[in-house]
């Protein structure tokens, strides 16, 4: 929808230096489109809120549903629309324009629930809940870091015991994104056969998930431990497609893929309010645009988000030719949201004393992309993924 | 029932205008194109008799240059069942008279029950080319119309009238009406509206070669807006400032 009347216009133009829409089909560019206006029209308005109340704003589960955006790449049969992996990237770089919280909700749902579900469940499994999640009406999360374990899954403690029919899981998951509000939690956990994948539901006796409160970031996505305590979970839950850590493993390179474009709207939104800020911020008598400081920085935001821009596209040719390899989603989800992260803090000090205000966005963007930083993989782990790619030696084992 | 919606591509609302080098046209260079959002309104209203009518046709139609698809795309896209693409690279050029010559010419070979417009573009924010049309196609037309349906073989049209008046028309159908605000807001194209899109007919219709009726002479941007001034001080001034307000502004 673009009907703005001038009135009430609220559209973000994103910068496009080197016409990167060039390279964009006409359906790619309507789905950005689309959702740029979704953004715009229903999140902007109310993020800062649920951003300074730490709450998720569940209202738009329904919206982004409405919308096709939950398992926007999984095919029509279930419920979802089909789509190319470009135009699911920039559903992420749009949603992350508004705020780190909505792409991480809809990456969760996506690319680590869904994307699971359908690459390694039972029919039945699939039929069961992609047609719910895409709609909005179940809601996923991922279990694989423990409180102990983060970097190195292969430790985890979580355990699966084959006991009849059923299984018997045991264990507590941290940093769930979803967790609280989810009717499925899709746990991993070590059994005599290796790393499986489970479905535990909402309610399932000995299963609770606390929400994790107190964080300076993602203030506006909820996260939660799980934690099994003896839960009964039969064997029909469990996801008979994939045994081993390349299970989850394959789930977070999906969902790499989604942030490595998402952050770039971040930092799109970061350099668009430190442009228009400074040029309309008069000090000595002139804008502070007219500065070379001022030029350097923005001269420097342009350059690493058209940067970024040229990754993440072919990034996406190479998944759609079906090249892609897991250290291609490493160096983009490294080097975005590295540069994001650098653009939202050199826009936080631009802005002065405004930065630090929720006036602006810049300090919400840049407190949300020190988590992105380290979710999905840190980024130490990722210098040393394209390390252990280069040299054929692995630093960390 | 078939229903005809007339759709425009012009600049977004947001764009910066800058006039070219010939002093008679826009600058289209780096322009980003959207369907004029009163086009939008009378697409939702046409969608929303589809939604309750399942024999309801949607039929876009639209002079707009060889490429620019995009817009006829994301009507589809909302939901229109099949799209006619008159092509014209000068579209944007078009005077109203031509503009509504070329339209009549495809609604009259396809036929429709309900012509659509929306009540103006905002580019030239002229709003001839609904009247143009139903003088064109000799047909009843109702202008700034907020609210519609369909009640046997006529329309019942609602529009604001004089001094906050409410007016209620029911016209027979075959009707032309130009659409304005209402209560029902455009649809987003969503990702199956999009994937749906692709599937769908786009006519493609060559623009007769008419001579435009008008020729613009020249075009100018606003004159720069003045400096702030300060009327007065503290409680002092709030006479003077409700004053102006009233009359120089003349917003109150």
């Known amino acids: ?336 949201v590295h540069q994001a992260l650098k653009i939202a803090r050199t826009a936080r000090d631009m802005l002065g004393a405004n930065g630090i205000t929720a006036e602006y966005q810049c300090m919400r963007h840049m407190c949300n992309l020190e988590s992105v930083y380290t979710y999905e993989g840190t980024h130490s782990i990722h210098t040393l993924i394209l390390g252990q790619d280069v040299t054929g030696i692995a630093a960390y084992s | 029932m078939k229903i005809m919606v007339c759709v425009k591509r012009v600049p977004a609302t947001d764009s910066r205008i800058k006039i070219a080098a010939d002093g008679t046209s826009l600058d289209t260079t780096s322009i980003e194109w959207i369907v004029s959002p009163y086009d939008e309104f009378a697409l939702e209203q046409a969608l929303q008799i589809k939604d309750a009518d399942a024999d309801t046709e949607v039929v876009i139609v639209s002079l707009a240059p060889a490429a620019a698809t995009k817009e006829l795309r994301t009507c589809l896209a909302m939901g229109a069942d099949s799209a006619i693409h008159i092509k014209d690279d000068q579209a944007n050029t078009r005077d109203a008279f031509t503009t509504a010559s070329a339209l009549a010419d495809a609604i009259r070979d396809a036929g429709a029950d309900l012509i659509l417009c929306g009540k103006m573009a905002v580019d030239h924010d002229q709003g001839q080319v609904g009247t143009l049309l139903a003088y064109k196609l000799d047909l009843p037309c109702v202008t700034e119309v907020r609210d519609l349906k369909i009640d046997g073989n006529e329309v019942i049209a609602e529009r604001a009238g004089g001094g906050g008046t409410k007016e209620t028309y029911a016209v027979p159908l075959p009707a032309v009406l130009t659409v304005t605000k209402g209560d029902k807001e455009p649809r987003y194209a969503n990702l199956k509206g999009i994937m749906k899109a692709k599937k769908k007919p786009i006519e493609e219709l060559e623009a007769a070669a008419g001579a435009d009726h008008m020729t613009v002479k020249v075009m100018e941007l606003p004159p720069e807006r003045p400096a702030g001034r300060i009327v007065g001080e503290g409680v002092d001034a709030v006479s003077e400032v409700m004053r102006l307000l009233r009359e120089e502004a003349k917003v109150l």
């Open chain 1, 1 to 336: 929808m673009t009907s703005i009347l001038p009135e009430t216009s609220t559209t973000f133009r994103g910068l496009d230096y080197y016409d990167m829409d060039d390279l964009l089909t006409e359906e790619e560019i309507m789905v950005r489109d689309m959702t740029r206006n979704f953004v715009s029209e229903h999140v902007m308005p109310v993020i800062e809120e649920a951003y300074e109340n730490a709450e998720f704003p569940r209202h738009l589960i329904k919206l982004v549903a409405d919308l096709g955006l939950l398992g926007p790449t999984l095919p029509e049969e279930y419920g979802c629309a089909g789509m190319g992996p470009i135009a699911y990237g920039l559903i992420c770089q749009e949603l992350e324009r508004g705020d780190s919280g909505l792409r991480s909700f809809v990456s969760v749902q996506g690319s680590l629930v869904m994307w699971p579900i359908f690459a390694y469940g039972s029919e039945e499994q699939k039929r069961r809940w992609l047609p719910e999640m895409a709609a909005g009406r179940a809601i996923g999360c991922f279990g694989l870091t423990e409180p102990d374990h983060g970097s190195d899954p292969g430790g985890m403690e979580t355990r699966a015991k084959r006991d009849g029919d059923d299984w018997i899981v045991n264990g507590a998951k941290m940093w769930i994104t979803n967790g609280t509000i989810a009717d499925v939690a899709l746990v991993w956990a070590m059994t005599d056969d290796g790393v499986q994948g489970f479905l535990l539901e909402k309610g399932m006796d000995g299963f609770t998930a606390p929400e994790q409160k107190r964080k300076f970031s993602l203030r506006a996505s909820v996260t939660s431990e799980l934690v099994m305590d003896h839960v009964r979970v039969p064997d029909a839950n469990r996801l008979p497609g994939v045994k081993g850590l390349k299970g989850p493993l394959s789930c977070l390179s999906q969902a790499r893929f989604g942030i490595a474009w998402g952050v770039t709207g971040a930092a799109m939104a970061c350099y668009d309010e430190a442009l228009n800020y400074t040029k309309g911020r008069v000090q000595f008598g002139k804008p502070l645009a007219s500065f070379q400081l001022i030029q350097a920085k923005l001269a420097e935001m342009v350059s690493e988000i058209t940067k970024s821009q040229l990754v993440q596209w072919r990034l996406g040719k190479l998944k759609e030719a079906g090249k892609i390899r897991p250290q291609h989603v490493s160096l983009a989800k490294r080097n975005n």
